[in-house]
């Protein structure tokens, strides 16, 4: 038996949130079973925990697109009981259980094998958010955007995403200016790397097609306005990685900063990515990041806390990355 965190659909439509003992049996099919040590609070776990979202595609549901932990037993050559292994995406947490449970069983296809360089709980101070503020990274660069170039913005700063954006950014060179509606957190993301850092206000809209050129790259986790003011204020030739939704899903800018500045606007699927790319993200990971500074972005809870940190986490009282501890 093991514990774990189950959302019901009620005869009303409503969410019920509770905890649950299940047994291997209870599982839904894969080919590999996880003892699963930890996870972490992402967004998209905060609004299917909390039903403020339509995240859950199929109830019931263990919540949790993220886990970390050491294989029981496996029907596949690539993973054998004992390896190291974390999971991020893949549906895990809205169609298929995730998780937030003692005990995951998923497709080996699914599964990273874990960098010698991190614990599995490192590897969830990491998370989804920054493998996929890593993927951030990479498609900047692969734009054309180096340190020379000038500074690059990341939005949502003080969030999961966002501080890890900054640690990466400013470990590879770049003058990196962070955004967030807490500027009462700017000593600790000046201790991340930001040399600058400027309140949401800065991207107020103005209802201008084009604004002052003054960055030259972008990390955004919000939408909406934010994204389009950014848009509308990087410099020729620079981009712009999308990464979130917090703001909004609507985009209103116009065409004026793709055909007049050239400006690129790159999307970014973590949840999808192919094994290679998710490889190539969480090598780079262990090589960029510095493991004692991860310590200072990270608070922890257990599983009976879960539906208040998911409270906490949508109304912006999480600094940084909250984990979850699974199992002792």
Request: proline share 5%.
């Amino acid at each position: 038996m093991f514990d774990a965190m189950m959302i019901e659909r009620l005869n009303d439509g409503r969410q019920h949130v509770s905890l649950r003992q299940l047994e291997d049996s209870q599982l839904p099919q894969g080919d590999v079973l996880v003892g699963v040590e930890w996870s972490t609070l992402n967004y998209k776990d905060a609004l299917a925990i909390t039903g403020r979202g339509p995240i859950v595609k199929s109830f019931p549901m263990i919540p949790g697109i993220d886990f970390a932990g050491t294989v029981l037993s496996s029907d596949t050559p690539a993973f054998k009981p004992g390896d190291k292994v974390l999971l991020n995406g893949w549906g895990v947490g809205e169609r298929h259980w995730g998780g937030f449970a003692g005990h995951a069983r998923v497709s080996g296809e699914w599964l990273t094998p874990l960098p010698e360089a991190f614990t599995t709980r490192e590897a969830m101070i990491i998370g989804t958010a920054g493998y996929t503020a890593m993927l951030c990274v990479m498609a900047l660069e692969r734009a054309g955007l180096v340190p020379s170039r000038g500074p690059i913005v990341v939005t949502g700063a003080s969030g999961g995403v966002g501080c890890v954006a900054v640690m990466l950014l400013a470990r590879l060179g770049y003058e990196v200016v962070a955004i967030t509606g807490r500027t009462q957190e700017k000593e600790w993301l000046q201790g991340l790397g930001a040399r600058e850092v400027l309140g949401r206000e800065t991207l107020a809209p103005t209802g201008k097609p084009l604004e002052k050129a003054r960055w030259a790259g972008g990390i955004d986790v919000a939408g909406g306005q934010v994204l389009a003011t950014l848009c509308a204020s990087i410099t020729h030739r620079g981009a712009v990685a999308a990464c979130g939704l917090a703001a909004g899903m609507d985009l209103p800018l116009t065409v004026a900063p793709f055909i007049l500045r050239g400006i690129s606007l790159m999307g970014i699927d973590s949840v999808m990515c192919p094994p290679s790319e998710r490889t190539e993200a969480w090598a780079l990971l262990a090589e960029l990041l510095d493991v004692r500074q991860l310590e200072t972005v990270v608070s922890e809870c257990r599983l009976p806390d879960v539906v208040r940190a998911a409270d906490d986490l949508l109304a912006g009282r999480i600094r940084g990355r909250r984990i979850v501890r699974v199992t002792e």
